[in-house]
């Protein structure tokens, strides 16, 4: 009898041990950093700028997209960022000291044209500041979440052109 009931303790004590102590051989998930948003973080310790939540919002077909992304520049001097897609149409962003441009929010996206990739992939993108260079593949995105929806760019090219207004020079109907 006193060999069942200390057979079913260490059954017990084997059995709590299994089912408690996964910790000790699987890393913690909340100790993995990783960017708690759509986009994704870019950062290099050689540069001096980091670019946090970068992401692609497109059109329906994917051939504009409007690059949104806070460029960071933790520095005291002022640096710039070289971003390109790799087919010889570069952007650059100079972002002062200290201070953080929020593309898409503070500041106007950058315009993609000849994006040629859709919502639902990501676009190989190189980052470029001081010495060091970077990549990443960034997602492309669509309108359809509501805080997106406004940040989808136009088919067309904004012009400054002024639209033309309706005048009052038409003559009266004539009556009866």
Known sequence: ??????????????????????????????????????????????????????????TEDGSIGNFIAAVVNPTEESATLTISLGDGNDFKVTVPAGETKSLGADEEPLRIVGLDTKPGATVEMHFQSGDSTGKADVPVLDGSLPYYSDLVPSESVRTSAPTPMPTDTAAPAPSE
């Open 1 to 58: 009898m006193k060999s069942r009931l200390v057979a079913s303790a260490a059954l017990s004590a084997l059995v709590l041990l299994g089912a408690t102590g996964c910790t000790f051989i699987t890393p913690q998930s909340t100790k993995i950093e990783y960017p708690a948003s759509d986009g994704v973080n870019i950062s290099d310790a050689d540069g001096p700028i980091d670019v946090r939540n970068a992401l692609v919002i497109a």
